[in-house]
Every structure is written in C-alpha cells, then in structure tokens.
C-alpha cells in the first residue's frame, strides 16, 4: 500500500506560479491514496487560508482557474505513473460548451493567441467581469489593464459596478485575449491579485428618449457644418456614450433610430461616415434614399460587408463618393481595377471616388441629368406639313369604314399586292385576347417557315377578308397620336397608335393598337401597299382616359413639323374648334354639352351631319331623356 504523500510533494502548487512574488493563489490539501482502491487516487480537502480571502471556497477558486486536464506526478514510491484531473470543474462558456484553460507548468502559453480560447474565433463582442471589482475604482482597474497590454490599449464598454464585481464589454477579440492573460497578473496594492473572466456577450440597450437625447448630444459634437457632414465612425466608443450605453449600429433598431434622429435634424446631409460599426447587414440602409435624399458622400468601410451584392439594399442612392476598404467584400477581388470598379459602378453610375481612388468619368448617357428635362409630348409628327392633310384625311376616311358594319369597302383602300400581318403581345392576361392569338405572327416565337407564309395575308382580297372576321369595334379618335416620319412623291409611312373597343355587347373591352401604314398614291387617292398591326393589353393610365372629353392643351414647340397637342391627329380640328362647336350645336338641338360631344364624335366631327343625325333620331323619339338635362358643373 502506496504511503500518503508528503505536503511538500503534493501541496498543489504551481512550480512557475510560486515563482511569482513568492506567492501562492490557493493552497490545495494533502492528496491521499484510497486504502481499498489498489491504485493512487487524488483528493482535495478545503484548507483555511490567512488573509481577507480566507473564506473563499476552494472549488470555486478551481472552477475559476483550472479547466484542462492536469498531469501530476506521483510519489516516487510509485514510479513515473501520471494522475488525470478531468477538467469538470472548468468553466463554461454560455452554450455550454467547456473552455479550456492552460496547464499548470505551461502557464506561460496564455500569454500568446495561439492559446486563444475557441470562443474567441466566433466572437466579436465579449463581456469582462472582475470578481471584488466593486472595492477599487475604475480608473484603477482600467489603468492597470491597459497597463499590462501596453502598447494596446482598449476603452471599456458600459463599465457597472455591482454588488460582487465590475463588469465592461470589448468589441475586440485581440484585446478580449489580451484581457483573458491578465487573469491573476495583476497585485493590488494590498497584495491580492486582479481576476478576469472574458466570455463572448454584449449588453441589451432599450432606446427610450433619455438615450435618444444622449445620442442627439453626441452627433452634435460630430457634425461639420462647412462640409454637411456627419462622422459616427465607430459610434459605440463615443465618449459621450461609452460609459453608460451600448449604441452600437450593428444591431438594426440602433442604426434605424439613429438614422431617424439624423433624417429629423439634418434631412439635406451630404456626407455620413459609418467606418467601423461592424456592420454585416445593411438591410436597414435602404431607408437612405427616402431620408436623405440629398447624401452624395458614404463612408462604410472597415465593417463586415461580405458581398458585393448588399449594396443593392442602397443603390438608389446619387452617390459620388463610396468608400468600402476594409470589408471582407474587397478582398475577394484580385484586380481592384476592373472588376471591383465595375461591380460598384454598376449599383452606383454616377460614383466619381471609390476607396479615396478618383474613377474615371462616367458614361453621361447611361446617367439622366437631373438638369435636363423631357421636351413635351407631341400627339403628331409630320417631316412635311403639305402631307399632314392628306394623311390626315386618308384616316378619316379608313377609320370610320372601319368601325362601321360593313368592312368590305375597305378593298378601295388595299393595293392589289398588299401585305398584312397582326402580332399581339398579352402578359399575364393571354386568354382575354384569345381571338387574335391564333393569327399572332411573332417571328420570334414561329419556327415553322409554311407557318410564317400563311399567317402573312398577301392580295387586296384576302387582307380585306381577314380584317372583315376581326371584332366589331369603335376607335378613340381623339385619343389618336400619328408619325408620319416619311413622305415623298411615291410613298408616305404612317405610324398610329390609340385604343379601341371591341363591341361584343358584354363588357366591351379596351384594347391598346399600333398600326403602321406604308401607302402610295394610286389613281386619283392612296392605297395601302404594306400594313403591320400589334394589339396589346392598355395600362390603367390609358384605359382610365379612353373615350374622354380632352381639355385643350397650348402646344409648347414652335417647330414646323410638330402639331399642338390639342389637335386631333385624324380630323385635324383642334379641341378649341370642338369646343366651339358642341356649343353651337347645344344651342340649337337643347341637348347638354356631354351628348352634343358624342353626337359630333359619332360623326367624326361634321357639324352638318351631327345636325341631321340629331334630327332624324329626335323624330324617331331614340334620343334618351338624360341627353336634356341641365349641364353638370
């Protein structure tokens, strides 16, 4: 049986810790042999100790201090046969998983980031408590570790004092190892040594008015008048803040209420830096472009940015000025020349500076000058005025046989060679078109070449055949626009667009036209040698103005070739001129001025013909009562 081991041999001291000071941390007690058990076996046994320190439990003391397996040595008696203390009594971190903790007679390995607890490498905020902190002041405290890890120095985060310890935060992993190695290396003054405990954890802010008001006080120290400018670069180490709250930007309702306080009382800002905020998301960004609209200058840099894609959340915004050095995003591109710039300059066109690096001019037409504006819109165009009539007058003519019963007299209107094709264009909304898609000849969708020839109509009389099986409709003349954008002796190219109803007497649909006409003269008029025609679905802009009353509108082009926009591009009278005459033809029929509109409109606007139309219904007693009643204000 194995003798008990003197307490020189196994007093459990630190051969390197003895050496500091000449002091020990904690004394162990004897270990002992189990009599029965055959084999060594270690015990530890509470042993009263001098000092203030002298009620503090022994296991607590080893929970705080030890954490890996601790090779021992036993007694010679027993040869060079080794003892394992499995580390259950090491400390844990907060998901439970055991941190290590050096060995004995390697303490000096803590010193290095090699050592570096796993905790450290998935962390970035980490919570530092000093046990019995609350009996020295902090500047003491805060002295004396900065210090140990000279030339580093750290500003603690929300630094309290509670009843037992003192407790900050570091946002640092480097600096949070520097601190776990200063556990027990530090003496005070009345000969006890400063403990440190780091673990990874930041502080939960509420953000009520009080903190508001503090970060308003805060900003305005860090605003630059002369250049619009606000710099909240690393935010959460402002001295105004630091002590007692944790503002740090990262966390997305700090950053939107700090941008909220920032829109409310600098709503024109040109400039904002927010380098070193550790933001990883920026989702919360987007709000930019609709609070401050006026930002050209955007510091991010020195935060977590993975991707270049995130920048998509803020590409609304007119930057001139970005800079994102110091992300992990930048690292991913080998030449920062060309791929980098490109990327960037894709989400923001007209970016001038990038990483402090002036780029080169941007493309000017590939961004809209907001200096520049639209010229009005014109409902014709005419290269030549003399053609203006005769196109105008020619779709008079085709329109109103057209929207009639009888399609057939159209065959006057067709060159014997002509050639006619319809493609339809339907969205989402295909089956509400369903019959014109079976003659939709979209080259870019038929492969079949027998196909393409059949759904082209070649000769007067087949085009005129096709046109007569389309649907009754009734067109928006005074909706009308017209390019007349070719006109010689032999040929005149007419582009109309406009919107029609189809008269299936349910619901009437509205659908949107383009039709463009290539027409020669032949015999005493013109005819049609080619036509396209393309039928769509209307926007609700469009289909919302269709078959309106259109108020005169001045035009603002003092150019031959443009007509006023108030004048109908099909019978050529100008809205004034209609004005004019629904008014006359109210006086004398006693209608209202909304169906002597639609009397003339029906008449394609014949002042004589409306006069007769109304004559011949009103004695047939067809005209509705409502047509007399007093005009609406």
Known sequence: MPKKSSKAQWNGRDPAAQNVQGKHYFDHDNRTIHPNSGRPRVSFKSQGRHGPDRGRNLKTGLTNYLGEDISMTVGASNGPRQVLVRGKIGRRASWGRLIPFPQHGRREGRQGSQHRPPMFADSNWFKVTIPYGHKYQKDFVVKSLNSYISPDMFVPIMYKVLPNEAVFYVDDPNTADKLYNCDRKITTNDGFKIQVRVKPGFPQVEIDQTLRERMKLAMVKRYV????????????????????????????????????????????????????????????????????????????????????????????????????????????????????????????PRLLKLDGIILPPPIRFDVADETASLPPTQRMYVVNTDAQAIAGQFLQQYFMIFDSDNRQPLLDAYHEQASFSMTVSYGSNANKLDSYLRENRNLFRLNDIERKRKLLKQGRLPVVSFISEMPKTKHDLDGFTMDLCLATETMMMIIVTGLFKELDGKKNPIRYFNRTFLIVPEGGGYCICNEQLHISHPTDEQEKKAFTVRQSQPSSSSTPASTSSGTSVVTGISDEAKQHMTIALSEKTKMNLEWSFKCLAEVQWDFNNALAAFQEFYTLGQIPPEAFLPNKT
């Open 225 to 348: 008048q002369e250049t619009n400018a606000l710099d909240l670069s690393k935010f959460h180490q402002d001295p105004d803040l630091v002590t007692d709250y944790f503002c740090a930007l990262f966390r997305p309702l700090m950053l939107a209420a700090v941008i909220d306080i920032v829109a409310e009382h600098i709503p024109n800002l040109e400039a904002l830096n927010l380098d070193g905020n550790k933001l990883a998301v920026i989702e919360r960004l987007n709000i930019l472009t609709k609070k401050l609209p006026k930002l050209k200058v955007l510091y991010i840099g020195e935060n977590r940015i993975q991707e270049v894609s995130h920048l998509d959340v803020i590409k609304d915004l007119k930057l001139e000025e970005l800079r994102l050095a110091g992300n992990p995003v930048c690292a991913k591109y080998k030449d920062r020349q060309t791929a980098y710039f490109s990327d960037v300059r894709k989400r923001f």
